[in-house]
């Protein structure tokens, strides 16, 4: 729970005052660009950092007075690894127990589960430097699991993962939720957001744009659908067109090569294009997605 | 304290080498420069054969650079290279148990590096009094009088050309001229209240009175007081640059 958090470096602020609430249980999804201020908010969640104004409880504690209890019951994959390069994948995980003061026995159980778990039995007394990024992120996430948290925060989890690796995730974090872990996730993937999260916030410049259900976030910033007409010839003006068709969609997004109708029926949205004699050389219907309602919040251009 | 238990398990990779190191050094130095170099001094050194007079000078100067060695790369490699720090801050533990435990690792290296220097010494039969048992714990503070301030230094750094730094200008002179090898009163005049300002002198002249079995009471409190303060002052300011470093 969060009311007007806030994190400034300096003079500059990366969390602007953001509110937000995440239930027991909850699949929540931080979005936004590069600098939007969500690996802030993640470390603050997380007790790393500390919060510069507003208000924070995680469990029901004060992460000012309770940070190392709180550490103690939450599992964090950071944007970054920190693995040990020199230990085994095993050592990694027994060192990382014994900071939380579990007996080695039940580290050791727990070990040889997660291992299992992200596929890396294998793996267990080889040193880490060599293996593949993503075998070193989910030795990450199985690290973050040795102390049965009860909120698992990840930030970007599956960045630099093979689509294998990202689906073996997907299925290990739906399965954790089955078992009532609390999850705090961001991503760059939207189709990711969608599979994981009950609800989402959308950041941008250190501040909420959006919050809400995937579904939701759909229904309100984007519609049913989308129509896009290509054209391949260079010289169109897109813009040009979208003025002649003014009134067809709720909203039009002119691109260089294509053109964007955002409509509730496709179907009859391209019937009435062709009507207005228009012979693009390519359309396409789509159904509506979290990437359509992220552009819109954040816009195309790119931050760095 | 749980934070001690990582550096027990980067030891493990790297342990047969640093032992054999332990012992090979105390003998391969009191062999070359007790023995051989000692056999050319004719005469006695401050009253004692020089394998006598340098013995407990190396124990304390060795203590020293194991300080020195352990507080530098391997703090620096924690924060930037394996960030190994961050990933402690991610469990239930503190920036000062992640302090005390890297320091308490370092304590304990010196605990076995000094235990073998005076095994060593023993069988060079440079050991003349039952108070030699003392030069272990002296050694440790000795060590610890670098290795706190020093942790502090480099948990400011952004990157490790300070180090050389500490080398060149640091732990080396300090080596050379603070009575370890001859002593300090054959040094020019200005130069004597220097070398008796630095750590490395006060252990030196500790533990060669506990080994020779005639450590003055008065000064070897004096000695004692020295390192401890030093080795206080180094821990708090330790505290301060860990926090500044590690918490943003
Ligand atoms: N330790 C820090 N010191 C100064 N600025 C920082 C620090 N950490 C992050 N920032 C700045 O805060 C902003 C938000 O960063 P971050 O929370 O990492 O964003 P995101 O995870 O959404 O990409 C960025 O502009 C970043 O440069
Ligand atoms: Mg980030």
């Known amino acids: 729970m969060a ?56 469990l029901g504690m004060d992460p000012a007075h309770d940070g190392s209890k709180i550490r103690g019951r939450i599992g964090i994959v950071p944007q970054e690894d920190t693995l040990d390069l020199e230990l085994t994948v095993l050592d990694n995980l027994m060192v990382y127990g014994r900071y939380f003061d579990l007996p080695r026995r039940v580290i050791r159980e727990r070990a040889e589960q997660l291992l299992d778990f992200t596929q890396l039995s294998e793996r267990a007394h080889d040193k880490v430097d060599p293996l593949s990024g993503g075998m070193k992120r989910r030795l990450t996430i199985a690290r973050s699991l040795i102390s049965d948290p009860e909120i698992l925060i990840l930030d970007e989890p599956t960045t630099g993962l093979d689509p294998q690796a990202r689906h073996l995730l997907w299925d290990r974090l739906y399965r954790l939720k089955q078992q009532g872990v609390t999850q705090i996730i961001t991503t760059h993937y939207m189709d990711e957001a969608e599979q994981l999260c009950d609800r989402l916030a959308v950041m941008d410049g250190g501040r909420f744009a959006a919050e809400g259900a995937p579904s939701e976030l759909i229904a309100r910033y984007s519609t049913r659908e989308v129509l896009e007409l290509r054209f391949r010839d260079p010289d169109t003006d897109t813009a040009d067109v979208a003025m002649r068709l003014e009134g067809l969609a709720e909203r039009f997004e002119a691109l260089p090569d294509r053109l964007l109708l955002y409509t509730d029926d496709g179907e009859s949205t391209l019937a009435e294009v062709h009507r207005l004699g228009l012979s693009p050389d390519s359309t396409l219907i789509r159904r509506s997605t979290l990437e359509d309602v992220f552009l819109r919040l954040t816009g195309r251009s790119l931050v760095d | 304290m749980r934070s001690m238990r990582y550096w027990m398990y980067q030891y493990k990779r790297t342990w047969r080498g640093s032992i054999t190191t332990s012992f090979l050094y105390p003998v391969l130095y009191l062999s070359a420069m007790g023995l051989g170099l000692g056999s050319l001094i004719k005469g006695r050194v401050d009253g004692v054969r020089y394998l006598d007079f340098l013995a407990p000078g190396l124990l304390a100067s060795t203590a020293m650079q194991i300080g020195g060695n352990e507080s530098m790369y391997p703090v620096m490699a924690a924060i930037k290279w394996l960030r190994t720090y961050f990933a402690m801050l991610a469990t239930p533990l503190t920036v000062i148990d992640v302090l005390v435990g890297h320091l308490a690792w370092i304590a304990l290296r010196l605990l076995m590096v000094t235990s073998i220097y005076l095994a060593i010494m023993a069988a060079f039969g440079t050991v003349h009094s039952p108070l030699a048992v003392l030069a272990i714990p002296v050694g440790i503070l000795t060590g610890m009088a670098f290795a706190a301030p020093i942790a502090a230094f480099a948990a400011a750094q952004q990157n490790d050309t300070g180090f050389s730094t500490i080398y060149r200008f640091g732990l080396i002179p300090l080596f050379l001229f603070s009575g370890t090898f001859f002593p300090i009163a054959q040094l020019p005049g200005w130069m004597q209240p220097v070398a008796q300002a630095t750590p490395l002198y006060h252990g030196v002249a500790l533990c060669r009175g506990l080994v020779l079995g005639h450590p003055g009471l008065a000064t070897a409190g004096a000695h004692l007081a020295y390192l401890i303060v030093l080795t206080l002052v180094g821990f708090v300011l330790a505290q301060r640059t860990y926090r500044r470093r590690l918490v943003t």
């Open chain 1, 3 to 58: 009311r007007g958090l806030t994190k400034r470096f300096g003079d500059f602020v990366a969390v602007d005052g953001i509110d937000f609430e995440i239930g027991r249980g909850e699949s929540y999804g931080l979005l936004g660009p590069n600098g939007a201020g969500k690996t802030s908010t993640m470390r603050m969640i997380a007790c790393m950092s500390p919060v510069s104004d507003g208000t924070l409880r995680v």
